[in-house]
């Protein structure tokens, strides 16, 4: 029977306060937007507590990894691990907590404290919110926290899906929304907007000047000394016209996926759009920066200009790895697409190329799309479904993985797998033929 995640979440908080009493805390949290502001928001009630803690920030959690941990510290893992439970066990771990929203398919190991929202039938919460609920029952003045965790939720693209819990998460974080195209950010002028927008992708716009100006030409958005409005400055007709001129240059989009809330959230003393906020701290980790991530979460000023550094540094490499991948040869077939990249696109970019093209409306709905990209000696694989619909990848790529060996972690449409580079050919191969093989079975 399903335990109700609100009072799961209160015997968890206890059995960690009791764990800590006396022994030092290591904290391992994923290095994507949500796993930065989990570990934000952990690190801030430890500091509060008074508490000794180490952090750790990582890309994936390998068995390797978990063997080496120290045995007499509580660990705490934030937004992973969930998929890791056997090795836990075989490490001999003891005081273990995981706060962790990905799938389960092990059995939970008897002292494993495990608040995970597939095991009461709330899937659609990110790590960010239930460490942010955590952490308030811990204590109650961890609610000027509830910003970060609106910021996972939008990083792992929950927003759209705010139920009961998310929306007293929204109201503790004392978020502004306002109804508008779901472009970011929000705030700028929207020339610059338009030119950097990958989500959508906008064929002739995204990452072309002229294509630019010409677009808001058309719709009658003209620029005043030079400087354009930024998207909330926009009134209802001209963003009604410029919300059809986007559609008609992407037919597939529909009304419903580009209009929606915008949300701005006080940082640094500013109101900023939350979905900007969001990528700049995902930029940080995809390029080897996760602790100035943290830092930028924790508003240092020093961080913040490191960031914006990043940030523009990282859209260059989206733009640059959207124009190599509409350029270069795929392997198609009825359903699937996929692209491998080898070096031409960092590892740490690839899934989000893979996640900009599945909302693209390039491809039909259900079209499962994998991107391959080089990393050391191993090849990162990111799968995404078009529209989130159609078959589990996470299994589809579990039953290629069983053949060659690797590691999978994921979702049901948004999952990912590792392989040696030895195993390029053989992977690519046995991918075809049980995506060919899944359709032949629908």
Known sequence: MEKK???????VANRFI??????NILVISHFDTDGITS????????????????????????????????????????????????????????????????????????????????LNGKEELSSSSLVY????????????????????MIGDSMEKSIDKLNNFIISDGEVKRKRGLLIYPSTRPLNRTLEYCSDPYIPEITGNTLGVIELLREVGINSVNGKYKSLIELDDDEMSKLVTAIMLKNPRVKNKEIIGDIFLIKFFN????????????????????????????????????????????????????????????KIMGNGFVIINAKGKIKDTIIGTIASILSNSSIYEEGTIITTMA???????????????????????????????????????????????QEKEEEFINHLKKSLEIELVKI
């Open 5 to 11: 995640l609100e009072s799961e979440i209160e015997n």
């Open 18 to 23: 009791e764990s800590i009493s006396d022994k």
């Open 39 to 118: 570990a934000t928001i952990f690190a801030k009630t430890l500091k509060r507590l008074d508490k000794k803690f180490s952090l750790r920030i990582v890309k994936r959690i390998e068995e390797e990894t978990i063997q080496n941990l120290p045995k007499d510290r509580v660990i705490v893992f934030l937004d992973l691990a969930s998929g890791s439970l056997n090795e836990i066990v075989k490490a001999e771990l003891k005081d273990v907590f995981i706060i962790d929203h990905h799938e389960i398919i092990q059995e939970i190991p008897e002292g494993v404290n495990i608040i995970n929202p597939h």
């Open 133 to 152: 609920l955590f952490c308030r029952q811990i204590n109650p003045e961890n609610k000027e926290l509830a910003k970060l965790a609106i910021l996972g």
């Open 270 to 329: 500013k109101l900023e759009d939350a979905r900007e906020l969001s990528a700049m701290i995902n930029a940080c980790s995809r390029l080897g920066e996760s602790g100035t991530a943290v830092q930028f979460c924790m508003e240092s000023m020093k961080a913040k200009k490191k960031v914006e550094l990043m940030h523009t540094k990282y859209k260059q490499f989206i733009i640059s790895g959207l124009k190599f991948v509409s350029e270069s040869e």
């Open 374 to 420: 080089y990393y050391d000696d191993k090849i990162k694989v990111s799968a995404r479904s078009v529209g989130r619909t159609g078959r589990n990848i996470r299994e589809l790529l579990a039953s290629v993985i069983d053949k060659l060996g690797g590691e999978v972690g994921g979702h049901q449409f948004a999952a990912g797998c590792m392989i040696k």
